[in-house]
T-cell receptor, first 113, second 113 residues
Framework: AQSVAQPEDQVNVAEGNPLTVKCTYS??????LFWYVQYPNRGLQFLLKYITGDNLVKGSYGFEAEFNKSQTSFHLKKPSALVSDSALYFC???????????FGSGTQLTVLP | KAGVTQTPRYLIKTRGQQVTLSCSPI?????VSWYQQTPGQGLQFLFE???????NKGNFPGRFSGRQFSNSRSEMNVSTLELGDSALYLCASSLMSGSETQYFGPGTRLLVL
């Protein structure tokens, strides 16, 4: 069965500093990997995905993520955090050949001014 | 293109009642998935519909059901509501069943009293 772990419930970073939100996964075979962001009282917004190819994936709002097959990780990164990046971030995985998306527990990112 | 829309946005029901939630996917999208989001359990997959057929189902009791219409709009129904059914119900659409990216609606927040 596929699973996702987000080891940090909360990440705090100062505005202008780089940020990292961690994600590790477990699937059989090669995965599809996703990051979504959720603002209060809103649905999930798609940020980026890894399907195949280059291990560094660039997405919306300056976010990027690095796929590391040996460490089964897909950490979300941004070089310079903004206060407006404060939100709940979800990592998700889908095993190829399946239709179900499995989400991590979420990481609350707070960017301090 | 308009995004995924869900109606109603908020609902208050009492135990034992039933409820129907509606989801209109992005134009041209034929797959609709439903998720339940709660503080304790996080995001959990309910089911997916494609071409009016349920293609995948999560681990929820039979009180949770859904359907999809020929225009790809979907409804989910919860019968005999329980307090634990209080949650944010999210609908996501994608082009095809098993397509890589799902796009989420704003959700319907259900409160069961």
């Amino acid at each position: 069965a596929q699973s996702v772990a987000q080891p940090e419930d909360q990440v705090n970073v100062a505005e202008g500093n780089p940020l990292t939100v961690k994600c590790t996964y477990s699937v059989s075979g090669n995965p599809y990997l996703f990051w979504y962001v959720q603002y209060p009282n809103r649905g999930l917004q798609f940020l980026l995905k890894y399907i195949t190819g280059d291990n560094l994936v660039k997405g919306s709002y300056g976010f990027e993520a690095e796929f590391n097959k040996s460490q089964t990780s897909f950490h979300l990164k941004k070089p310079s955090a903004l206060v407006s990046d404060s939100a709940l971030y979800f990592c998700a995985v889908r095993e190829r050949g399946t239709r179900q998306l499995t989400f991590g527990s979420g990481t609350q990112l707070t960017v301090l001014p | 293109k308009a995004g995924v829309t869900q109606t109603p946005r908020y609902l208050i029901k009492t135990r034992g009642q039933q409820v129907t939630l509606s989801c209109s996917p992005i134009s041209g999208h034929r797959s609709v998935s439903w998720y339940q989001q709660t503080p304790g359990q996080g995001l959990q997959f309910l089911f997916e519909y494609f071409s009016e057929t349920q293609r995948n189902k999560g681990n929820f009791p039979g009180r949770f059901s859904g359907r999809q219409f020929s225009n790809s709009r979907s409804e989910m129904n919860v019968s005999t509501l329980e307090l634990g059914d209080s949650a944010l119900y999210l609908c996501a659409s994608s082009l095809m069943s098993g397509s890589e990216t799902q796009y989420f609606g704003p959700g319907t927040r259900l409160l069961v009293l």
